[in-house]
């Protein structure tokens, strides 16, 4: 079965911080590449970091030295660490392989706002 759930968002001041983490099926995780995407209201969900299973990251321009992605194979589970948050980080966020395609499933995402 396909899951994909992810939790820690909320409400937050700029410049502070949020961890999330994302459960996924061992399906989807163990042999694919994870990544955080983001969906602002009115705009594309975009990816903003990514982790291969042997560790190796990248990450959106906009995130770069805020945000730190990691993953616990043992878990499933990966993770976002968000710093220095700014109010256009508000979005939904949602974990997922990359790529993904027409078919991929999602899961209910999580809400990140930050306050100016």
């Known amino acids: 079965q396909v899951q994909l759930v992810e939790s820690g968002g909320g409400l937050v001041q700029a410049g502070g911080s949020l961890r999330l983490s994302c459960a996924a099926s061992?399906?989807?995780?163990?042999?694919?590449?994870m990544g955080w995407y983001r969906q602002a209201p009115g705009k594309q969900r975009e990816l903003v970091a990514g982790i291969a299973r042997g560790g190796s990251t990248n990450y959106a321009d906009s995130v770069k030295g805020r945000f730190t992605i990691s993953r616990d194979n043992s878990k499933n589970t990966v993770y976002l660490q968000m710093n220095s948050l700014k109010p256009e980080d508000t979005a939904v966020y949602y974990c997922?392989?990359?790529?993904?395609?027409?078919?991929?499933?999602w899961g209910q995402g999580t809400q990140v706002t930050v306050s100016s």
């Open positions: 061992g399906s989807i995780f163990s042999a694919n590449v």
């Open positions: 997922n392989t990359i790529p993904t395609s027409m078919r991929s499933y």
